[in-house]
T-cell receptor
Framework: GNSVTQMEGPVTLSEEAFLTINCTYT??????LFWYVQYPGEGLQLLLK?????DKGSNKGFEATYRKETTSFHLEKGSVQVSDSAVYFC???????????FGTGTSLTVIP | DTAVSQTPKYLVTQMGNDKSIKCEQN?????MYWYKQDSKKFLKIMFS???????INETVPNRFSPKSPDKAHLNLHINSLELGDSAVYFC????????????FGQGTRLTVV
């Protein structure tokens, strides 16, 4: 089946620290992979995506590389800011099934 | 101009009542979804419609009934509300799930008292 597993939070970091949020997946077929961010009181927004193996998605200093060999799509940022405090969701979609599969979300708090 | 809009944003109601949440997307997408997010932020797919046809109907009580009058709208009607229905409900849409992302509404926080 299709599923996403991401590291449990909450994660608390100091400003300018390095961030990694792990995400691994299982999928039938060749999925596209996404990271979404949810700020307090808001809906989910796409942060970045990758549609095939070895693609790197990047946005706002965040990066994630589609690793087929390890079935992973880990999210990284070199220097986090207080404004990055949010819940981050890893997700995948496949052609069949017509839906998105989300991980459980990882809450990030960045302290000054 | 909001891409996916849902109303109301907040809904407080008593147990046993019937309520509806409306969703509209102006992106021209063929597929729309309803997700339920619980207090631990876990997202669960409830329904998916493609061109007004029901595609996905997860294990959801039949008190929940989606209605899609056209491909730009997907409303969610809930009968006989229960305390456990309290959650945030998100509407979303996408064009080509294999490639393009889903666009989410702002959510409707439903509180059943």
């Amino acid at each position: 089946g299709n599923s996403v597993t991401q590291m449990e939070g909450p994660v608390t970091l100091s400003e300018e620290a390095f961030l990694t949020i792990n995400c691994t997946y299982t999928a039938t077929g060749y999925p596209s992979l996404f990271w979404y961010v949810q700020y307090p009181g808001e809906g989910l927004q796409l942060l970045l995506k990758a549609t095939k193996a070895d693609d790197k998605g990047s946005n706002k200093g965040f990066e994630a590389t589609y690793r087929k060999e390890t079935t992973s799509f880990h999210l990284e940022k070199g220097s986090v800011q207080v404004s990055d405090s949010a819940v981050y969701f890893c997700a995948l979609s496949v052609g069949t099934g017509n839906q998105f599969y989300f991980g459980t979300g990882t809450s990030l708090t960045v302290i000054p | 101009d909001t891409a996916v809009s849902q109303t109301p944003k907040y809904l407080v109601t008593q147990m046993g009542n019937d309520k509806s949440i409306k969703c509209e997307q102006n992106l021209g997408h063929d597929t729309m979804y309803w997700y339920k997010q619980d207090s631990k932020k876990f997202l669960k797919i409830m329904f998916s419609y493609n061109n007004k046809e029901l595609i996905i109907n997860e294990t959801v009580p039949n008190r929940f009934s989606p209605k899609s009058p056209d491909k730009a709208h997907l409303n969610l009607h809930i009968n006989s509300l229960e305390l456990g229905d309290s959650a945030v409900y998100f509407c979303a849409s996408s064009q080509e799930p294999r490639i393009t992302e889903a666009f989410f509404g702002q959510g409707t926080r439903l509180t059943v008292v």
